[in-house]
């Protein structure tokens, strides 16, 4: 404990030290750049370096260029908590990221106890802000309402006989229990709950085994690479069976992975796809965004990086300051309904975006998600 103690303390006094010293004001990114979940991480990159741009361009912030220090955590919890700890050493004011609830839950006690405010865009799970962590906050919904819309589409599709599969991931699995409890409380069969192991390349077993359980349906909630690999293997085993995605299975690699034809009518619940945005600042952005790196961002994670990074350059701006416990105050009661490229935002007092922003998907045969 006294070497946890004296870190914490070592961190704090660097961190304050640094950003005194800084002739920038320096925001950190976290982001998966390497690893299964890259092309988020890419993605969260180029909008974060783009909107410091623009912000730039507009004549910075307090006087001093902003400038975006990027850490790669690669989707790895041991990799982010070591990421962080380098973070925090280089005078960042405020710190954007990550995805991944299990790689973020690994990283944010380290950014609050160095008095670091931290905003996640991919990380749903509901016990990251139940720890009352005043400098943690979060642009991404929670998984028990997605778990509630989950049970809702379900249901609304008619079925009888439901399978959930997971994979034992912070995120994954408790999405899965959230959507189990409810499912429980209505006249449902739930005829298969388990999980898979993430990053395998064969998963003919467990679909062998979905097809004895004879569900109707099978609502997966873990993320894009294993749920595009199940798509392609259960169609090429002639498995039929619809699936049904949480908000992580929300990425255009799904498709390159599974192919066309094995991903055309799978389903996911998510926040909206960037294409169907709908206010002035996410079209203005998402041009610009084309304009500079040649296609739109492949998902709405990285988009919600980005209103991370616009929110903590706002909080700046209003409170003409750098200091975290300003910014964290200002952020859970003074931020009321800011236009965000994702829709208005706000924070509750767990650091909890407040409103409802899930959707229900379908994929199409030429591999498009079309908002249903």
């Not at 990283?107 to 990251?128: E, F, H, W």
């Not at 720890?131 to 906050?137: A, E």
């Not at 069976?241 to 908000?247: C, K």
């Not at 094995?262 to 619940?269: C, K, L, S, T, V």
């Amino acid at each position: 404990m006294k070497k946890i103690l004296f870190l914490i303390a070592a961190l704090s006094i660097i961190a304050a030290g640094t950003a005194l010293a800084a002739d920038t004001v320096k925001i950190g990114l976290t982001a998966p750049i390497t690893g299964s979940w890259a092309a988020e991480g890419q993605d969260m990159k180029q909008i974060c370096e783009l909107l410091a741009d623009q912000v730039n361009a507009d004549g910075g912030l307090l006087g001093k260029e902003v400038e975006v220090v990027v850490a790669d955590d690669g989707g790895n919890e041991q990799t982010a908590a070591l990421a962080a700890q380098r973070l925090a050493t280089k005078g960042i004011v405020a710190v954007v990221g990550t995805y991944g609830s299990s790689v973020t839950e690994a990283s944010q006690g380290i950014y609050n106890a160095a008095k670091i405010p931290q905003i996640a865009n991919g990380s749903t799970a509901v016990r990251l802000t139940e720890k009352g962590l005043k400098y943690f906050f979060r642009t991404s919904p929670r998984d028990d309402e997605q778990g509630r819309v989950a049970a809702k589409t379900l249901m609304g599709m008619g079925y009888k006989k439901i399978a959930i599969l997971h994979d034992n991931t912070t995120y994954a699995k408790g999405l899965a229990e959230e959507t189990k409890a409810l499912l429980d409380k209505e006249p449902v069969e739930l005829v298969f709950f388990d999980a898979l192991t993430p990053g395998e390349q064969d998963y003919t077993t467990i679909l062998t085994t979905l097809k004895t359980k004879n569900a109707e349906v099978v609502f997966f909630t873990g993320y894009y690479p294993e749920a595009g690999l199940m798509l392609r293997q259960k169609k090429e085993m002639g498995f039929d069976v619809p699936f049904v995605g949480g908000d992580a299975t929300n990425n255009p690699d799904l498709v390159k992975i599974a192919g066309k034809d094995a991903a055309e009518g799978f389903y996911f619940i998510s926040p909206p796809v960037p294409q169907d945005l709908p206010s002035k600042e996410a079209k203005d952005f998402l041009a610009a965004y084309t304009k500079k790196y040649g296609a739109a961002p492949g998902s709405i994670w990285a988009v919600l990086s980005g209103d991370g990074f616009r929110v903590m350059v706002e909080a700046i701006k209003q409170t003409n300051s750098t200091d975290p416990n300003k910014i964290a105050d200002y952020l859970h009661t003074g931020m009321k309904d800011f236009p965000g490229l994702t829709g208005t935002i706000s924070f509750n007092e767990k650091g909890d975006r407040v409103g409802d922003v899930y959707r229900v998907y379908k994929v199409d045969a030429e591999g498009g998600f079309i908002l249903q």
